[in-house]
């Protein structure tokens, strides 16, 4: 006896398994997306700053925070791959998208250069160009500027200060607003106070 399969009872069981894929991928994605947020906002407040808000969903949150060390404001943006949609999940791995947080930072003290630090072989390595023009490199990271003259012995400097951070792919210093910018990978909440701490150090 062939089996013939109901058309509608495929279609039934196609549904049934998205939206159970949606529900456990929903569920894990804010419960990560929650604990990322929680370990930043651990890492601020132990730099002396107080979160003035956060709004949390299950593949991106914002939080804000104030007087974070030398930071008068900073904000992060947290993303992590969509799990609620199997197609979706897939197609954001195979473009590189990993967990990332994004910091944007107003500073007590104006920088008196800016540039940027973009770190080789990672998805911001592929946009570098838009920092400005690429004027060195060192112990895997590019040195990008908008000034006439910019000080390369000053760029490597900074460079050996976070080369140790595999975490960070990205770090802009501006005069403008904001001060800082920052793209980093997620990690507890004491690796990320010592890298807000040596991010400071760049201003």
């Known amino acids: 006896m062939d089996l013939v399969l109901d ?3 495929a279609v039934l069981a196609m549904a049934v398994l998205f939206l159970v894929f949606y529900i456990a991928g929903s569920v894990y994605g804010k419960r990560r997306v929650a604990g990322i947020v929680r370990d930043f906002s ?7 700053g107080r979160l003035t808000g956060s709004r949390i969903g299950v593949s991106a949150a914002v939080v804000s925070c104030k007087d974070v060390g030398g930071f008068t404001d ?3 943006v947290v993303t992590i791959p969509p799990f609620m949609n199997p197609l979706s999940y897939l197609v954001a791995r195979l473009m590189g998208r990993r967990e990332l947080v994004i910091l944007r ?5 104006t920088p008196t250069r800016s ?3 973009v770190r080789k072989n990672t998805p911001a390595y592929r946009y570098a160009s838009r920092w400005g023009k690429i004027v060195g490199e060192k112990e895997g990271f590019m040195f990008c500027s908008r000034e006439q003259n910019p000080d390369i012995d000053f760029l490597e400097k900074h460079v050996s200060t976070v080369a140790g951070f595999d975490e960070l792919y990205l770090v802009s ?8 910018q920052a793209y980093f990978s997620p990690k507890g909440p004491e690796e990320t106070k010592a890298l807000l ?3 400071e150090k760049l201003i």
């Open 173 to 180: 210093v501006s005069r403008s607003l904001p001060h800082l």
């Open 74 to 76: 900073l904000s992060a």
């Open 105 to 109: 930072a107003k500073h007590a003290k």
């Open 7 to 9: 058309p509608t009872a």
């Open 197 to 199: 701490n040596v991010l």
């Open 115 to 117: 540039y940027t630090l």
């Open 42 to 48: 651990e890492a601020a407040k132990a730099r002396g």
